[in-house]
């Protein structure tokens, strides 16, 4: 190897920083070198002179930085690829930048950098602190002792030094993902540094401000970014850590599950249906969500009791619109709560299935059934200019009734406990009030027929009820209201129709 260039450096660490551009024409060559030669980092990263060497460079320049001598950029430029350069890879390396501070003096001159960045608004920063949040995370990529070292300082930051929350702020894409994959890394093998990101105020600051970066790129979930944020938060779900999550994200003065707990329920949504692992953790996380579901169950038939009762008040003032926005929040957990809760319902394994009966799912999912039949009564293209405002109400509980009719047939299944349960609690009458077509509830027919066959087979009890089953009175159908058409019941239980002369008369 050749040595020249490391002994041009040394002349320029042992006096005042003068011919800049040479210097930088120095380190040039050898970032250029250490990018794509694993082979040469080893042989560098051996020779003690080097680490000597550039680290009085770091310093010199670092400090000219911070006394706002902006001539040091370019050199600054090239140690940060260097640091980034020379550490990929090579454990040895990465334990030589950490024992003469590498991270420290560049932790400086990023925190310089997003200052000059998010106040002043200065781009040229941008390639420093890419690289820097590059360097950071491949000094403990793949090492076990730098990770330790690195992880311990980062999660217990106040949040004035947390220099992780800091780069994610910065908004800039590939600092995002630097700082993505330091984090992954650090937690991906270890079970004790994944409870510290929950733990510690600094990892649910970054938490937090993650779930804030999700929300933004769910609508491109073929980002690099976005994939990432769900394969770290994917592993805390993993190891147990979603009910603790999902808790510390609540406040307290609120009834209604927050913005930051539905993105997070967004994301378990999305683990369910790609990649759900039934493991030792599932039962935990079973019940934490039906627990969730149970206790907004209440406020959702309150808020269904609302749209019906008011479904034709149009106000605008700001209580009722932030009445609207907590419906909004209430109505996308519980369908987020319901599809979850199907896609358990539907794994074979009998012991979770009996975690969800338990925890008193079939009686809040009948509550909320008899209420949203009550409140919505079903739509179809066939409805008319008279019901549009009961419709506009219905609309925004669409898809619930189909759920909770899906969550329903999958318990019954083979399960005769389930089975009587639903009797008790009236809710094949309410199932068979549900084999029609709802325009808000595609498919609700079919569920329901799926659900019934559930609930009978194999219980004489529930065949019997059915059995005698009669019709009590006729419900109107506001189509053939409209139209002055009356349907009634005759003796001989068979249905009639008559007409309301007062619809047909002319003017």
Known sequence: MDFTIIQQLKKYSNSPLNNLDNLANSLKQIVSATQSNLTYRETLGQASQFWIIITKLWEKTSENLLKEELSVLPIILELVQLFRNIVAAVSGNQNQALEHKWNEITEKILWYSILKFNIEADNKFVPILRFGSQALSNVITGNIDTQELVWSDFINRNESNDILTALVKCEDSVVLTSVLVLVYNCIYESEFRSKT??????????????????????????????????????RLIDLGLFSQFYNILNQPSRQIPTRHQIILLKILDSKFFSSLKINEFSISLSNCIVRSFNSICSQVIHSMQQAENNSAILSTSEDQLCEMEDSCLLYTALILFLQCIGKLSQEDDSKLRECLFKEGVITSSISLLFQADKSFPRTTKATTLI???????????????????????????????????????????????????????????????????NLLIHNPENQKLVEQLAPIEISQHPVLQDAGIMTELGQDGKIKFSIDSSKNSRK
């Open 387 to 453: 019901t549009q405002t009961l419709q506009r109400a219905s609309s925004g509980f669409a898809f619930i009734k189909r759920d909770i009719v899906k969550i329903i047939g999958n318990m019954a299944y083979e399960n005769n406990i389930v089975q009587d349960e639903v009797r008790k609690l009236g809710g094949i009458p309410l199932i068979l009030n549900q084999c029609n077509i709802d325009d808000d509830n595609p498919y609700i027919r079919e569920y329901a027929i799926f659900a019934l066959r």
């Open 197 to 234: 990101l929950i733990e510690s105020r600094s990892g649910i600051r970054f938490l937090i401000l993650l779930l804030e970066r999700a929300e933004a790129l769910l609508e491109d979930e073929s980002s690099q970014n976005f994939e990432l944020i769900y394969a770290l938060i994917s």
